[in-house]
């Protein structure tokens, strides 16, 4: 199934590359690395390259069937991830939430003082983006747990508000991962609650 994804994620990048415009194609040949890369990675391993936008906002987009998460900065691909999601019983919900609070230093009030380092809140009932063990499958109690350094490296480039896409379904590449969450209807495949901006 991992050989397949990454055909078909490479299959992608060429025929993106094909349409392009000369600078364009050396941009999304550019991209074509990190993204080459990152079928590649294994539990706990993760991509950072924030030189490649230096600035715009910071949209996070969580896919649950790969247990990826991919994060764009002005629309460009800077980071991939391995993650852990929600396992059976405490799924992670799927939708668009805000980044409503951000601590280093955090520890669950619901699961016995578990530390959650460099935790970005969700929702208030307790789903968060934070530091974690990262076993290959959806192991957490409905959070997202990533690895400490790219934690680190995400809590550094959010900000409050900033937006987290969760889905259920599997992009074949990080393009069409973003395309799939923008709210301007060209895709229609998500859905899920957007929770206010803590006055804090």
């Excluded at 349409?19 to 890369?37: K, R």
């Excluded at 590649?40 to 715009?56: F, I, T």
């Excluded at 109690?141 to 809590?155: D, N, T």
């Excluded at 937006?163 to 973003?178: Q, R």
Aim: aromatic share 6%; with cysteine; glycine share 10%.
């Amino acid at each position: 199934m991992i050989r397949v994804f990454r055909r078909c994620l490479l299959a992608t990048t060429a025929s993106i590359l094909l349409t392009l415009s000369p600078v364009h194609a050396a941009q999304a040949e550019d991209a074509s690395e990190i993204i080459t890369e990152a079928a590649g990675l294994r539990p706990g391993d993760y991509l950072w390259q924030p030189e490649r936008a230096q600035s715009g906002e910071v949209e996070i987009v969580v896919s649950v069937p790969l247990q990826r998460a991919y994060v764009y900065r002005g629309g460009v691909l800077i980071g991939v991830t391995t993650v852990s999601t929600g396992r059976r019983g405490h799924d992670t919900p799927v939708g668009t939430f805000a980044i409503l609070q951000k601590r280093r230093e955090h520890y669950s009030n619901l699961y016995n003082n578990a530390p959650m380092p460099f935790m970005q809140r969700l929702t208030w009932d307790g789903v968060a983006l934070h530091a974690g063990q990262i076993p290959g499958h959806p192991a957490s109690h409905g959070c997202i747990r990533l690895p400490l350094a790219f934690a680190r490296h995400l809590f550094a480039a959010t900000q409050l508000g900033g937006s987290v896409h969760v889905t259920d379904i599997a992009p074949s590449s990080p393009e069409i991962a973003l395309a799939m969450v923008r709210p301007d209807g060209a895709y229609t495949g998500m859905g899920g609650p957007e929770e206010p901006l803590a006055d804090n």
